[in-house]
């Protein structure tokens, strides 16, 4: 979503930073460049108004100025600034002193409520809570059938009594039946409408007066720019809430709901979703973000996703591996396997520092998804012994490895080259040098 954004700000500041010193007249052709960045992005006009405002006064100060490397005091005035834009430091759940704790759906039809919902659960489940779903969504047809579904994938039990009762009255007898089963969390979905009115927000009013939820969170979907922002704000006027849950941040749109609902509404993001799979939600990072927007990528999370599908001895037996030089096409495949776990390629790219340029190459050169498939096809085509000795595989066994696999011979024999530059790079790695990237991404094609 940030791509064009963070293309624009890193080329600016790149600007600023190779610059000696720096005058008032450097600074100000860098705000204009930044304010264009943020209006292109959809970002709200009195935002990035206010923003490049104290942007330009913190670094007009005589601790920038007169530094001895003043365009990174700028670089990172800027990083300070989008963070605290977009909420500062990242805010938890309140969490109730006797279970269940309440967490209290709320948004406009369409916006991926019901989806955010079942996802919220899943999330929750994986740090060890038992997770109960509540379907109050009696207005959008197939809303019920939908969460029940999710949340078997979510690892939730949910609670519902179709669509022919009072949602309110549901919504209290969730809570009892949740209270009783020993949950430790009840979301409850709330049905929407197609626009802000009087009946939704009656209803949501009833829910909240009926089960006093520790949490209500209002879903917007990211895709709809502006427009996100001013459902917020309308929320935000007709009906407390306590902070935002941003679908479909992986989209195409420009980022500017992101960086702008905070600032408009007062209410932090707390939960964006990266991907349709449930469980591509995570938690809203101010600072990660920022630093990904910059591109100095978000180690943090690269190494919380990593901690998620390495266990240690496994971590530990890769790393000797590697060293001894051990490292073969077996363990490439499992490896490789891995990473898709912790999201889509390029989302983990972006989280790598300074990958910036490796990622538009990946996508100039199509690497997506079904890129790796057919790596993983070619491998599966092999025998053990070519996994472990890949110098095997000669002209006659690269035909039977491109039949097997549905490929070329040229792709058998492209994948084999690859791996051995791989190879090098981490024997120079494993020896504590940084090894060639150009000339090991040279020799891989």
């Not at 079942?118 to 059938?145: F, G, I, M, N």
């Not at 039946?177 to 409850?188: P, S």
């Not at 927000?201 to 969170?217: G, Q, S, Y």
Request: include cysteine; proline fraction near 3%; charge should be neutral.
């Amino acid at each position: 979503m940030f791509d064009a954004l963070g293309d624009r700000l890193q080329a600016t500041l790149s600007d600023v930073r190779s610059r000696g010193t720096l005058t008032e007249a450097d600074v100000d052709k860098a705000m204009r460049e930044i304010r264009m960045a943020l209006l292109e992005a959809d970002v709200n006009f009195k935002v990035v108004k206010q923003f490049t405002q104290t942007v330009k006064e913190r670094c007009l100060g005589a601790d920038v100025l007169e530094a001895l490397d003043p365009g990174q005091q700028v670089i990172k005035i800027v990083n300070e600034e989008l963070t605290a834009l977009m909420g500062g430091a990242g805010r938890d759940l309140a969490l109730a002193s006797k279970p269940p704790t309440v967490i209290l759906m709320a948004g406009l039809q369409g916006s991926g409520k019901t989806t955010a919902s079942a996802k919220l659960a899943r999330l929750l489940a994986q740090q060890q809570k038992s997770v109960a779903l509540a379907a109050c969504d009696t207005q959008r047809p197939a809303a019920v059938e939908q969460l029940v579904t999710m949340g078997k994938r979510a690892g939730a039990h949910v609670y519902e009594q179709g669509t022919d009762r009072n949602p309110v009255d549901i919504a209290e007898w969730a809570l009892h039946e949740a209270r009783r089963d020993g949950h430790d969390v009840l979301v409850i979905d709330t049905a929407g409408r197609l626009h802000i009115d009087e009946g939704l927000m009656d209803e949501l009013a009833a829910i909240r007066a009926r089960v006093k939820p520790h949490n209500v969170l209002l879903v917007v979907d990211a895709m709809t720019g502006q427009d996100a922002v001013n459902v917020a704000e309308a929320f935000g006027k007709r009906a407390e809430f306590d902070g935002v849950i941003l679908t479909k941040l992986d989209g195409d749109a420009r980022g500017g709901a992101a960086l702008s609902v905070k600032a408009v509404t007062g209410k932090p993001i707390m939960y964006a979703s990266v991907g349709e799979r449930i469980e591509q939600l995570e938690r809203f990072h101010p600072e990660r973000m920022a630093t990904r927007i910059l591109g100095m990528g978000d180690v943090m999370t690269l190494i919380e996703k990593a901690e998620q599908v390495h266990d240690e001895d496994s971590a530990a037996e890769l790393e000797r591996k590697i060293r001894k030089q051990q490292f073969t096409l077996e363990d490439f495949l499992t490896q490789m396997r891995q990473v898709r776990k912790m999201g889509p390629l390029q989302n983990v790219l972006g989280m790598m520092p300074g990958m910036g340029k490796a990622m538009k190459q990946l996508r100039q050169a199509d690497m997506d998804e079904r890129e790796l498939d057919r790596i993983e096809a070619i491998i599966l085509s092999m025998t053990p012994g070519e996994r472990a000795n890949p110098a095997l595989i000669d002209g006659s066994r690269r035909k039977r490895i491109a039949k097997g696999s549905g490929t070329t011979v040229q792709a058998v024999k492209q994948l084999v080259k690859q791996f051995d530059q791989m190879k090098k790079m981490m024997a120079a790695l494993a020896k504590g040098r940084m090894p060639d990237m150009a000339a090991l991404m040279k020799g891989s094609r």
